[in-house]
């Protein structure tokens, strides 16, 4: 699983490199090098947190109501977290006022989510 989430993240940082001369150019607002996006900031902060938080709550509530697997809790875990992160960019490149989507953003939300399982894991 920690494989696959480094992978995905190695991909979507390179993604501007791989197609930097061909004919196909990505949008400035889907663009991995943002000049306005800081690497430390609230927003940043907030998408940790989330995900950390929807990461272990989700898991705790799976795992005492509905899925008896602690393993398949930690799956669907992850994967509301992260699909929460993903959505919200989503509705911030849409946006009519500064459209980014922000690869630091889902940057912040698979750290949080990987802490989350950490703690879920030592707990």
Known sequence: MKKILLIIL??????NI????????IPKKYSVIQPNDKWLSFDKWQHFSS????????????NQFMID???????????????????KEIFDVRRKNNPLFSWKDIFFDISGTMLGIVVVNNI
Not at 70 to 83: A, D, N
Request: proline share 0%; charged share 15%.
């Open 10 to 15: 190695i991909l979507s940082m390179t993604v």
């Open 18 to 25: 791989l197609f930097a001369k061909s004919q196909f150019k």
């Open 51 to 62: 995900s950390f938080i929807i990461t272990v709550n989700s898991y705790y509530q799976l």
């Open 69 to 87: 697997d602690k393993h398949k809790c930690k799956k669907v875990s992850v994967s509301i977290s992260l699909s929460a992160g993903l959505v």
